[in-house]
């Protein structure tokens, strides 16, 4: 363990012993805290990782559940760690194909190894990072099935072999402490795959040999970079794209190339297409600004990665606004579909895009607020915020023209921007 090591006070007896004493982190309370637990004896050291540790756990909870009570995190770590409910069916995926066991490479704070160890597989567990892979080694202890390496991925690999069923499980690091810090504090993240550690060139050359293996990566990666022969699988969590998998040999399912799976509190629902990339489904021509009226559909982030939203547009009975548009209408007398993959908005007024237009109907309809969505549109929604809605001045009582309405109170409203063919155009609708 390196001597600057953030975790080495809490891996003893009196650290593990602290830390789990500590009653839910309070920021209003910390100072306090940490002065009273120095006084009485503990050293500063020990006190700062065990209070960083109570607020990863507190911020751990959203992805780890009541597990992340008695957890060990690394800040970067938590960024990049596999939510349980996903880590789930990762584990289900490899028991389903037959394996019994599975290597979890670059297992991080070893949320999948935890997820998989569950099913009673046998997992080894490998980390090049030795604060993370000590942190996993205390996340796993309840887990006989489960054992912790630190090494790397390819040393694991080059002695593991081609043993017979084994799954592979990769999750290569995608953030670089040495680059600097991102905008969310934690390792800057990298872009690249052939950057990744290890690189996507290592875990296509692995799939070459016909191993089962999955890996998971950042959503955002383009399409023409994901390998061919493995199924792609888009992940949103409550609204929140979080990751893709990339399915090889007996873990990819026959005839699904691409999969939008879109978990909510109470459902899992998915979307399937055995099409390439580039076979995106074509809308059944694009719609006159007439046709933007009815329930406005705003497919999840998954299906749209996955580029199943004409897809998910003729499930439903849908018509998409324009090929490259992730939005489709239904008729007015639909009701919004009972499903978490997609959310609705009924509309109730449009008209031609124009900032002048829409600062005229912000005075005319005494709006104070606005959300504004856009696509296929080149506007800034907090620039256009400001120069549509009216000043400290413009909000005072008496200052609107005579004859604009006047209101009770604050009046908000959503406003969609998109694009019809050429033309420009706001939909004012109503979130359903």
Known sequence: MPETSALAPLLTPQGWELVNSLPPYDPDDAARLNQELRRAGHPPELVAAALTQSRLRRDAAQKFGDFAARMLFTPDGLQQATRLPVAAAHARRFRDAGLTHVADLGCGLGGDSLALASLGLQVIAVDADEDTAAAATMNLTPFPEAQVRHTTAEAFVAELGEPQDWGLWLDPARRDAGRGHGADGGARRIWDPESFSPPLSFVTALAATGLPLGVKLGPGIPHDLIPADCEAEWISVDGQVVEVALWFNALARPGIRRAATVMSPSSVEELTSGADFEQHRSPDGTLGPEGLAGLLCEPD????????????????????????????????????????????????????????????????????????????????????????????????????????????????????????????????????
Not at 328 to 355: I, N, Q
Not at 362 to 369: C, I, N, P, Y
Not at 399 to 417: E, F, N
């Open 301 to 432: 982030g998954a299906v749209i990665r996955a580029g199943l939203v004409a897809d998910l547009a003729e499930r439903l009975g849908g018509r998409m606004l324009d090929e490259h548009i992730a939005y489709f209408v239904l008729p007015a007398d639909s009701a919004p579909p009972a499903t978490a993959a997609v959310r609705c908005h009924r509309v109730l007024e449009t008209f031609p895009y124009s900032v002048k237009r829409l600062r005229s109907w912000v005075r005319e309809q005494g709006v104070t607020s606005v959300e504004i969505k856009k696509r296929g549109v080149d506007v800034v929604p907090e620039t256009l915020r400001r120069q549509i809605l009216p000043g400290k001045k413009g909000r005072k009582a008496g200052s609107m023209k005579a004859g604009s309405p006047t209101t009770d109170g604050p009046q908000h409203r959503t406003l969609v921007i998109t694009r019809l063919g050429d033309q420009r155009m706001v939909a004012v609708v109503e979130p359903l």
